[in-house]
């Protein structure tokens, strides 16, 4: 997957932007996420139900793979089954 690329949820409402592309099959309430929305909907899994926030980063453990939440929805994300987390904000020098 390359910079830019949106993908949509089967499950729920979510969009993401790919911000960093990396190896692994991008999911989304337990279920693989696509270009296109796929015509079936259903449910997200329980351990993937914890929700994504609008303009929300989430990267993985190894900080390759990072996502953009450009619409928010209930299911949560992840890369082949290992959740993803939000990315912290960089600290700013103080002004002293």
Known sequence: MKPGTRLK???CDT???V???GD????CGGAPMA????AAGGEPAAEFAGGTLMGKRYVDEAG????LCVKP?????SVDGAALRTKDAKTLPSSD
């Open 15 to 17: 969009e993401v932007m």
């Open 9 to 11: 949820s089967a499950v």
């Open 73 to 77: 929805g209930k299911g949560s994300l």
């Open 64 to 67: 390759t793979i990072e996502l």
């Open 24 to 27: 692994g099959a991008i999911e």
């Open 35 to 38: 270009e296109d929305k796929p």
């Open 19 to 21: 911000i960093r592309g």
